[in-house]
């Protein structure tokens, strides 16, 4: 089993940054592939960002590259999203999710094993 907690979230304006950590209980952690998702209200959750397990390969949604860059530290157990030129429609609560066998463009949600509670992003206009 591995916990994830994020945070970092909170209220920025239009065209402001955040950057969401994702921290891991174990260090197999850094054995996962992992990423970030989010969720608007009324949405279904969808994919943002992806890394491999040492960092080497990322995978970004249309809708955020250029803008967001994933990272992670494998020594301190940790993933980040940076987020750029926030819009509002990037409003929503964000996810980070971590999983040994999952490959790094899998956008699906369900394969991931491991998931965090979330951070909450509002983007006003």
């Known amino acids: 089993q591995v916990q994830l907690v994020e945070s970092g979230g909170g209220l920025v304006q239009a065209g402001g940054s955040l950057r969401l950590s994702c921290a891991a209980s174990?260090?197999?952690?850094?054995?996962?592939?992992t990423g970030w998702f989010r969720q608007a209200p009324g949405k279904e959750r969808e994919f943002v960002a992806a890394?491999?397990?040492?960092?080497?390969?990322?995978y970004s949604a249309d809708s955020v590259k250029g803008r967001f860059s994933i990272s992670r530290d494998n020594a301190k157990n940790t993933e980040y999203l940076q987020m750029n030129s926030l819009k509002p429609e990037d409003t929503a609560i964000y996810y980070c999710a971590a999983d040994h066998q999952v490959a790094v463009g899998t956008t699906d949600p369900n394969i991931y094993s491991y998931w965090g509670q979330g951070t909450q992003v509002t983007v006003s206009s």
């Open positions: 890394i491999s397990w040492n960092g080497g390969s990322t």
């Open positions: 174990r260090r197999t952690f850094r054995r996962y592939a």
